[in-house]
């Protein structure tokens, strides 16, 4: 059985997030990044590692007092489906907590997995338009087929 630690992302992660978020961003499964990106939000990321390596991101980006997204979430592919993907997801959530946020949104490709953890579909028009400041600059902005999807936080862990 793998050994999981879950903890905030220090700068020296940062090339590792780089390297596994654009991993599957070169397979179509989400954006790219550059290393000046993760530089600039490593406080808002949390890593997985196992005994010897870093092998999963996510990172929670706070939009506005009650509005944050889970974004960036990326396991290293031989390590998917074995519970890391799910451990992030649930530290986010847990962060996002911590900082008062009752509202997580996140734009995917992975309805089915964010489902698991009480996300559900919304018309990505009814998210904000400061969420809309991130999409400006995207490659997509004009032809987005990202699912978006919102959690509400209860006060206290499910």
């Not at 793998?2 to 596994?20: F, G, K, P, Q, Y």
């Not at 990106?37 to 980006?61: K, M, N, P, W």
């Not at 907590?97 to 996140?106: A, D, K, N, Q, V």
């Not at 559900?120 to 028009?125: I, L």
Request: aromatic share 8%; net charge negative; hydrophobic share 45%.
């Amino acid at each position: 059985m793998l050994s999981m630690n879950v903890r905030h992302a220090t700068v020296a992660d940062a090339e590792d997030i780089c390297d596994v978020v654009n991993y599957h961003a070169e397979r179509g499964k989400m954006l790219h990044v550059s290393l000046e990106s993760v530089y600039g939000a490593i406080r808002a990321f949390h890593v997985a590692r196992d005994d010897e390596r870093l092998v999963g991101c996510v990172a929670v980006d706070v939009f506005w007092a009650d509005l944050a997204e889970i974004r960036s979430l990326a396991v290293v592919e031989d390590y998917t489906g074995k519970g890391f993907g799910g451990t992030l997801v649930q530290s986010a959530i847990d962060d996002a907590r911590e900082l008062g946020i009752r509202r997580l949104f996140t734009l995917t490709y992975e309805k089915d997995f964010f489902e698991r953890y009480g996300f559900t579909v919304v018309d990505r028009q009814a998210l904000p338009e400061k969420v809309w400041r991130a999409c400006i600059s995207c490659p997509k902005v004009d032809a987005c087929d990202e699912i978006a999807m919102i959690l509400t936080i209860p006060d206290t862990p499910a």
